[in-house]
Antibody, heavy 125, light 107 residues
Framework: EVQLEESGGGLVQPGGSLRLSCAASGFTFGSYSMNWVRQAPGKGLEWVSYIGSVSEAMYYADSAKGRFTVFRDNGKSSMYLQMNSLRDEDTAVYYC??????????????????WGRGTPVTVSS | DIQMAQSPSSLTASVGDRVIITCRASQAIGNFLNWYQQKPGEAPRLLIYAASSLQSGVPSRFSGSGSGTEFNLTISSLQPEDFATFYCQQCRGFPYTFGQGTKLEFK
Protein backbone atom coordinates (compact mmCIF):
# COMPACT_ATOMS: atom_id res chain seq x y z
CA GLU A 1 0.00 0.00 0.00
CA VAL A 2 1.32 3.40 -0.99
CA GLN A 3 1.82 5.65 2.02
CA LEU A 4 2.98 9.25 2.09
CA GLU A 5 3.50 10.96 5.42
CA GLU A 6 4.26 14.67 5.65
CA SER A 7 5.90 16.31 8.63
CA GLY A 8 7.60 19.54 9.56
CA GLY A 9 4.66 21.91 9.43
CA GLY A 10 3.94 24.40 12.17
CA LEU A 11 3.75 28.05 13.14
CA VAL A 12 6.43 30.36 11.76
CA GLN A 13 6.80 34.12 11.66
CA PRO A 14 6.77 36.06 8.38
CA GLY A 15 10.22 35.99 6.85
CA GLY A 16 11.05 32.73 8.57
CA SER A 17 11.94 29.32 7.19
CA LEU A 18 10.54 25.83 7.43
CA ARG A 19 11.49 22.47 5.95
CA LEU A 20 8.75 20.00 5.15
CA SER A 21 9.46 16.31 4.80
CA CYS A 22 7.57 13.53 3.06
CA ALA A 23 8.33 9.93 3.98
CA ALA A 24 7.21 7.43 1.36
CA SER A 25 6.62 3.69 1.61
CA GLY A 26 4.87 0.91 -0.24
CA PHE A 27 6.44 1.57 -3.65
CA THR A 28 9.82 2.04 -5.32
CA PHE A 29 10.31 5.70 -4.47
CA GLY A 30 13.12 6.32 -6.94
CA SER A 31 10.91 5.34 -9.86
CA TYR A 32 8.34 8.11 -9.42
CA SER A 33 8.22 11.86 -9.78
CA MET A 34 6.72 13.75 -6.86
CA ASN A 35 4.97 17.01 -6.12
CA TRP A 36 3.93 19.39 -3.39
CA VAL A 37 0.38 20.76 -3.58
CA ARG A 38 -1.07 23.18 -1.05
CA GLN A 39 -4.47 24.40 0.04
CA ALA A 40 -5.02 27.65 1.92
CA PRO A 41 -7.81 27.65 4.51
CA GLY A 42 -11.18 27.54 2.75
CA LYS A 43 -9.56 27.81 -0.68
CA GLY A 44 -8.84 25.58 -3.64
CA LEU A 45 -5.84 23.49 -4.57
CA GLU A 46 -2.57 25.03 -5.74
CA TRP A 47 0.32 23.05 -7.21
CA VAL A 48 3.61 24.21 -5.67
CA SER A 49 6.49 22.14 -7.03
CA TYR A 50 7.55 19.05 -8.97
CA ILE A 51 10.67 16.92 -8.80
CA GLY A 52 11.63 14.18 -11.23
CA SER A 53 12.30 10.64 -10.12
CA VAL A 54 16.09 11.12 -9.99
CA SER A 55 16.01 14.88 -9.45
CA GLU A 56 16.62 15.47 -13.16
CA ALA A 57 14.09 18.28 -13.22
CA MET A 58 12.42 20.59 -10.74
CA TYR A 59 9.62 23.04 -11.43
CA TYR A 60 7.91 25.62 -9.25
CA ALA A 61 4.79 27.74 -9.17
CA ASP A 62 5.50 31.43 -9.60
CA SER A 63 4.49 31.92 -5.96
CA ALA A 64 7.31 29.58 -4.87
CA LYS A 65 10.12 30.50 -7.26
CA GLY A 66 13.19 31.90 -5.56
CA ARG A 67 11.91 31.06 -2.07
CA PHE A 68 11.15 27.33 -2.07
CA THR A 69 13.48 24.46 -2.98
CA VAL A 70 12.35 20.89 -3.54
CA PHE A 71 14.78 18.01 -3.20
CA ARG A 72 14.71 14.29 -2.54
CA ASP A 73 16.79 11.47 -1.13
CA ASN A 74 15.89 8.25 -2.92
CA GLY A 75 18.01 6.23 -0.50
CA LYS A 76 15.74 7.41 2.31
CA SER A 77 12.54 7.33 0.25
CA SER A 78 11.95 10.93 1.21
CA MET A 79 11.16 14.27 -0.40
CA TYR A 80 11.60 17.69 1.14
CA LEU A 81 10.47 21.26 0.63
CA GLN A 82 12.71 23.97 1.99
CA MET A 83 10.62 27.13 2.39
CA ASN A 84 12.36 30.45 3.01
CA SER A 85 11.15 34.04 3.26
CA LEU A 86 7.70 32.81 4.25
CA ARG A 87 4.70 35.09 3.80
CA ASP A 88 1.23 35.18 5.30
CA GLU A 89 -0.14 33.87 2.02
CA ASP A 90 1.94 30.69 2.34
CA THR A 91 -0.38 29.60 5.15
CA ALA A 92 -1.89 26.33 3.94
CA VAL A 93 -2.02 22.59 4.29
CA TYR A 94 0.84 21.15 2.24
CA TYR A 95 0.29 17.79 0.59
CA CYS A 96 2.96 15.39 -0.64
CA UNK A 97 1.74 13.83 -3.88
CA UNK A 98 3.06 10.94 -5.96
CA UNK A 99 2.61 11.00 -9.72
CA UNK A 100 1.14 8.38 -11.92
CA UNK A 101 1.80 8.67 -15.64
CA UNK A 102 0.93 7.34 -19.06
CA UNK A 103 2.52 8.16 -22.40
CA UNK A 104 0.48 10.13 -24.92
CA UNK A 105 2.04 10.84 -28.30
CA UNK A 106 5.53 10.54 -26.88
CA UNK A 107 4.87 12.85 -23.93
CA UNK A 108 4.15 11.86 -20.32
CA UNK A 109 0.66 12.64 -19.09
CA UNK A 110 1.04 12.86 -15.31
CA UNK A 111 -1.64 12.81 -12.69
CA UNK A 112 -1.66 13.13 -8.90
CA UNK A 113 -2.29 9.51 -8.07
CA UNK A 114 -1.50 9.26 -4.36
CA TRP A 115 -1.77 11.95 -1.69
CA GLY A 116 -0.54 12.23 1.86
CA ARG A 117 -2.77 13.59 4.61
CA GLY A 118 -1.01 16.95 4.58
CA THR A 119 0.88 19.03 7.09
CA PRO A 120 -0.38 22.49 8.12
CA VAL A 121 1.83 25.54 7.84
CA THR A 122 0.81 28.79 9.50
CA VAL A 123 2.74 31.96 8.82
CA SER A 124 1.81 34.58 11.37
CA SER A 125 3.36 37.01 13.79
CA ASP B 1 0.16 29.87 -17.80
CA ILE B 2 -2.88 27.77 -18.67
CA GLN B 3 -5.97 28.95 -16.78
CA MET B 4 -8.70 26.52 -15.83
CA ALA B 5 -12.30 27.59 -15.21
CA GLN B 6 -14.95 25.32 -13.76
CA SER B 7 -18.70 25.74 -13.86
CA PRO B 8 -20.76 25.87 -11.87
CA SER B 9 -18.90 26.93 -8.73
CA SER B 10 -21.56 25.26 -6.63
CA LEU B 11 -24.37 22.88 -7.32
CA THR B 12 -27.23 21.43 -5.31
CA ALA B 13 -28.59 18.03 -6.26
CA SER B 14 -30.38 15.00 -4.88
CA VAL B 15 -29.47 11.36 -4.56
CA GLY B 16 -30.08 9.69 -7.89
CA ASP B 17 -29.59 12.86 -9.96
CA ARG B 18 -27.30 13.04 -12.97
CA VAL B 19 -24.75 15.81 -12.57
CA ILE B 20 -22.36 17.39 -15.06
CA ILE B 21 -19.45 19.65 -14.11
CA THR B 22 -17.65 21.55 -16.86
CA CYS B 23 -14.01 22.62 -17.01
CA ARG B 24 -12.60 24.95 -19.65
CA ALA B 25 -8.93 25.53 -20.42
CA SER B 26 -7.58 28.87 -21.66
CA GLN B 27 -5.76 27.05 -24.48
CA ALA B 28 -5.96 23.62 -26.06
CA ILE B 29 -4.53 20.88 -23.84
CA GLY B 30 -5.53 17.75 -25.76
CA ASN B 31 -6.61 15.19 -23.17
CA PHE B 32 -4.12 16.35 -20.52
CA LEU B 33 -6.84 16.85 -17.94
CA ASN B 34 -7.47 15.18 -14.59
CA TRP B 35 -10.35 15.29 -12.08
CA TYR B 36 -10.20 15.03 -8.29
CA GLN B 37 -12.75 14.77 -5.49
CA GLN B 38 -12.18 16.24 -2.05
CA LYS B 39 -14.32 15.73 1.03
CA PRO B 40 -14.06 18.08 4.04
CA GLY B 41 -11.01 17.38 6.17
CA GLU B 42 -9.59 14.87 3.70
CA ALA B 43 -6.92 14.88 1.04
CA PRO B 44 -8.11 14.98 -2.58
CA ARG B 45 -8.64 11.72 -4.43
CA LEU B 46 -7.96 11.08 -8.10
CA LEU B 47 -11.11 10.19 -10.04
CA ILE B 48 -10.32 10.54 -13.73
CA TYR B 49 -7.03 10.96 -15.60
CA ALA B 50 -6.33 11.70 -19.24
CA ALA B 51 -9.80 13.27 -19.51
CA SER B 52 -11.71 9.98 -19.59
CA SER B 53 -9.76 7.18 -17.90
CA LEU B 54 -11.28 5.98 -14.64
CA GLN B 55 -8.82 5.56 -11.79
CA SER B 56 -8.78 2.09 -10.28
CA GLY B 57 -11.31 1.71 -7.48
CA VAL B 58 -13.47 4.66 -8.56
CA PRO B 59 -17.14 3.75 -9.14
CA SER B 60 -18.28 3.55 -12.74
CA ARG B 61 -20.97 6.19 -12.17
CA PHE B 62 -18.12 8.70 -12.58
CA SER B 63 -17.06 9.44 -16.14
CA GLY B 64 -15.06 12.08 -17.95
CA SER B 65 -15.21 13.41 -21.48
CA GLY B 66 -13.83 16.15 -23.67
CA SER B 67 -10.70 17.23 -25.43
CA GLY B 68 -8.98 20.45 -26.40
CA THR B 69 -10.45 23.20 -24.24
CA GLU B 70 -13.74 21.83 -22.88
CA PHE B 71 -14.16 18.89 -20.53
CA ASN B 72 -16.97 17.36 -18.49
CA LEU B 73 -17.15 15.26 -15.36
CA THR B 74 -20.43 13.35 -15.19
CA ILE B 75 -21.86 11.52 -12.19
CA SER B 76 -24.62 9.33 -13.60
CA SER B 77 -26.61 8.72 -10.40
CA LEU B 78 -25.56 10.61 -7.30
CA GLN B 79 -24.93 8.63 -4.15
CA PRO B 80 -24.79 10.10 -0.62
CA GLU B 81 -21.03 9.68 -0.46
CA ASP B 82 -20.51 11.75 -3.63
CA PHE B 83 -21.24 15.11 -2.04
CA ALA B 84 -17.88 16.86 -2.05
CA THR B 85 -15.83 19.44 -3.95
CA PHE B 86 -14.49 18.53 -7.37
CA TYR B 87 -11.44 19.98 -9.12
CA CYS B 88 -10.11 19.73 -12.64
CA GLN B 89 -6.37 20.05 -13.27
CA GLN B 90 -4.37 20.47 -16.45
CA CYS B 91 -1.13 18.53 -16.81
CA ARG B 92 -0.22 19.77 -20.30
CA GLY B 93 2.59 21.91 -18.98
CA PHE B 94 4.14 23.55 -15.97
CA PRO B 95 2.91 25.27 -13.94
CA TYR B 96 0.18 22.73 -13.39
CA THR B 97 -3.07 24.53 -12.64
CA PHE B 98 -6.39 23.62 -11.06
CA GLY B 99 -9.88 24.88 -11.62
CA GLN B 100 -11.36 26.82 -8.72
CA GLY B 101 -13.51 23.89 -7.64
CA THR B 102 -17.18 22.90 -7.79
CA LYS B 103 -18.91 22.26 -4.49
CA LEU B 104 -21.66 19.68 -4.79
CA GLU B 105 -24.22 19.96 -2.02
CA PHE B 106 -27.30 18.02 -1.02
CA LYS B 107 -30.62 19.60 -2.03
Amino acid sequence: EVQLEESGGGLVQPGGSLRLSCAASGFTFGSYSMNWVRQAPGKGLEWVSYIGSVSEAMYYADSAKGRFTVFRDNGKSSMYLQMNSLRDEDTAVYYCVRDGAIWVGGAPLRYFQHWGRGTPVTVSS
Amino acid sequence: DIQMAQSPSSLTASVGDRVIITCRASQAIGNFLNWYQQKPGEAPRLLIYAASSLQSGVPSRFSGSGSGTEFNLTISSLQPEDFATFYCQQCRGFPYTFGQGTKLEFK
